[in-house]
């Protein structure tokens, strides 16, 4: 059974960088299946797709984020990453990571969730 | 990007009910169309991929429907465990896009 652990700090300044980390187990990030993702889900904008990276390294971003996301791959630590610049409170969310369906665009295992507030 | 709407916002129900919602997309998904199973304070849980394929372990009292841009998802005969909120999402076109979800309350 696939399972993912989100984890990082819960409260990030305003023009700071919010990093995240997810923990992969049961699975492995080296797989040439499956996209690894996040997405983050707040009350004022719902569930929002932020981008994902594929073992080659390759990633692919939400184009209303782009310039301020990265999200890339630790083959040797099983785990993948987020980092969020230049953040403000529109960026408070709850922060989801997320395994594809076998290179699909849907979601099929997905880490408990991390909150994130952005204040100072 | 594809927006994503669903009706109605909420719905009350009874155990037993026969339960339908409803996620319309802004332009045609060609069947990539996901629904997803959330409860408070938990993550979305797939149900229900390709319109209509029960993602597996999922109860077969849940199916799906649809084509183009209108989808439904039923649950034939609402369980207790079933009240939560159900969410679509289109998976054409990237970034994949989610509907605002459906709450299903207890009446």
């Known amino acids: 059974q696939v399972q993912l652990q989100e984890s990082g700090p819960g409260l990030v300044k305003p023009s700071q960088t919010l990093s995240l980390t997810c923990s992969v187990s049961?699975?492995?990030?080296?797989?040439?299946?499956?996209?690894w993702t996040w997405i983050r889900q707040s009350a004022g904008r719902g569930l929002e797709w932020i981008g994902r990276v594929f073992v080659s390294g390759s990633t692919t971003y939400n184009p209303s984020l782009e310039s301020r996301v990265t999200i890339s791959l630790d083959t040797s630590k099983n785990q993948f990453s987020l980092r969020l610049t230049s953040v403000t409170a529109a960026d408070s969310a709850v922060y989801y990571c997320?395994?594809?369906?076998?290179?699909?665009?849907?979601?099929?295992?997905w880490g408990q969730g991390t909150p994130v507030t952005v204040s100072s | 990007d594809i927006q994503m709407t669903q009706t109605p916002s909420s719905v009350s129900a009874s155990v037993g009910d026969r339960v339908t919602l409803t996620c319309r997309a802004s332009?045609?998904?060609?069947?990539?169309l996901a629904w997803y199973q959330q409860k408070p304070g938990k993550a979305p849980n797939l149900l229900i991929y390709?319109?209509?394929t029960l993602q597996p372990g999922v109860p077969s009292r849940f199916s799906g429907s649809g084509s183009g841009t209108d989808f439904t998802l039923t649950i034939s005969s609402l369980q207790p465990e079933d009240f939560a909120t159900y969410f679509c999402?289109?998976?054409?076109?990237?970034?994949?896009?989610f509907g605002g979800g459906t709450k299903v309350e207890m009446k």
């Open positions: 049961g699975g492995s990030v080296s797989s040439s299946s499956h996209y």
């Open positions: 997320v395994r594809d369906r076998e290179g699909r665009a849907d979601f099929d295992y």
């Open positions: 999402q289109q998976a054409k076109d990237f970034p994949p896009t």
């Open positions: 390709d319109t209509s």
């Open positions: 332009q045609a998904v060609r069947g990539y």
